[in-house]
């Protein structure tokens, strides 16, 4: 499985709240925290095949060229799924990735998956839990984020299998 994460310049390892009109980029390595995703991925010999990054700043000035190019970008590279986070409990990131998210399902045939957490984010999940597979996570510095992310892995394998996801998210999502 061959997967695109895209992240904001916190999560990314390219710097913090100052840099958030970092432009939209992407590398062809798994950067930041898709690091620990890419981890959890090779026991399925799955891998990321690319990062995508902008600062939240640079998105919100941005919003439909971030979310038109990402999406193009992932098509060109013939990911499988794409993995929007881990956001955490930050707002501003969850509000990127569940847009650009929400993008990418309605104008591709690509497969999403959002990782976000529940705290500050309650407009977000009222608003697109319904039609996006929003996988629990733990706010920054809580517990239990090892096993968020193989829960994450273990729905991309299942909606690239295209494999019936009734029970994935009623444990798991949102």
Same mark, same amino acid.
């Given at each position: 499985?061959?997967?695109? &994460?895209? *992240? +904001?310049?916190?999560?990314?390892? #390219?710097?913090? /709240?100052?840099?958030?009109?970092?432009?939209? $980029?992407?590398?062809?390595?798994?950067?930041?925290?898709?690091?620990?995703?890419? /981890?959890?991925?090779?026991?399925? +010999?799955?891998?990321?095949?690319?990062?995508?990054?902008?600062?939240?700043?640079?998105?919100?000035?941005?919003? @439909?060229?971030?979310? %038109?190019?990402?999406?193009?970008?992932?098509?060109?590279? =013939?990911?499988?799924?794409?993995? *929007?986070?881990? !956001?955490?409990?930050?707002?501003?990131? !969850?509000?990127? !990735?569940?847009?650009? $998210?929400?993008?990418?399902?309605?104008?591709?045939?690509?497969?999403?998956?959002?990782? *976000?957490? %529940?705290?500050?984010? @309650?407009?977000? #999940?009222?608003?697109?839990?319904?039609? #996006?597979?929003?996988? /629990?996570?733990?706010? =920054?510095?809580?517990?239990?984020? !090892?096993? @968020?992310?193989?829960?994450?892995? @273990?729905?991309? *394998?299942? &909606?690239?299998?295209?494999? +019936?996801?009734?029970?994935?998210?009623?444990?798991?999502?949102?």
């Amino acid at each position: 499985m061959k997967v695109i &994460v895209i *992240l +904001d310049q916190i999560q990314s390892g #390219l710097g913090g /709240k100052e840099h958030a009109d970092t432009p939209l $980029g992407g590398k062809k390595i798994a950067m930041g925290s898709a690091a620990t995703i890419e /981890k959890a991925l090779a026991q399925s +010999d799955s891998t990321i095949i690319g990062t995508f990054y902008c600062g939240t700043q640079y998105y919100q000035n941005n919003q @439909a060229l971030v979310q %038109q190019k990402f999406a193009k970008m992932a098509e060109k590279m =013939k990911a499988d799924v794409v993995v *929007l986070g881990p !956001a955490y409990d930050y707002h501003d990131f !969850a509000q990127m !990735a569940c847009e650009i $998210g929400d993008y990418i399902q309605q104008n591709t045939s690509l497969p999403v998956l959002i990782m *976000l957490a %529940q705290e500050k984010n @309650a407009d977000l #999940l009222a608003k697109y839990r319904q039609h #996006l597979l929003i996988v /629990k996570m733990p706010p =920054k510095g809580g517990s239990g984020l !090892a096993a @968020a992310i193989d829960h994450l892995v @273990a729905g991309c *394998l299942q &909606v690239v299998q295209k494999e +019936d996801l009734t029970t994935f998210k009623s444990n798991y999502c949102y």
